[in-house]
């Protein structure tokens, strides 16, 4: 399957997703969008960490230093109440984006159509 870039500005509402069951760090948070996109959506290093150094800037995510489940030292991310207000503000700009979207490319021919 073909994995697909992110679109600009979703890598924020996604990684305030995974991050709404609690504390994660950076790799944790990657792995946990490529499973809930089944593989379709992957996360480099260098889009993460200025996503969530911006997400902090916000007050929408707050860190702390812990130890990973390898035993590595590790910044862990979480949701500040801010970040649920911001993700809840987001999911539904999405929604309307990806409504909008499906509209407009309704009656657009497939391949093999």
């Known amino acids: 399957m073909t ?20 504390a994660r760090h950076g790799y944790d948070i990657a792995r946990a969008i490529k499973q809930l996109s089944d593989d379709v959506l992957q996360v480099e290093e260098g889009a993460l960490y200025p996503a969530l150094h911006r997400l902090r800037a916000r007050g929408w995510v707050e860190s ?9 030292r590790a910044k862990f991310y979480q949701l500040t109440e801010a970040g649920r207000e911001a993700l809840v503000d987001e999911a539904r700009n999405w929604d309307r984006y990806s409504e909008a979207v499906a509209r407009v490319l309704a009656d657009a021919p497939r391949e093999g159509a």
């Open 3 to 22: 994995r697909l870039e992110l679109l600009q500005g979703t890598l924020d509402v996604l990684v305030l997703r995974t991050l709404t069951g609690g």
């Open 64 to 72: 702390e230093w812990g130890r990973s489940e390898k035993n590595r």
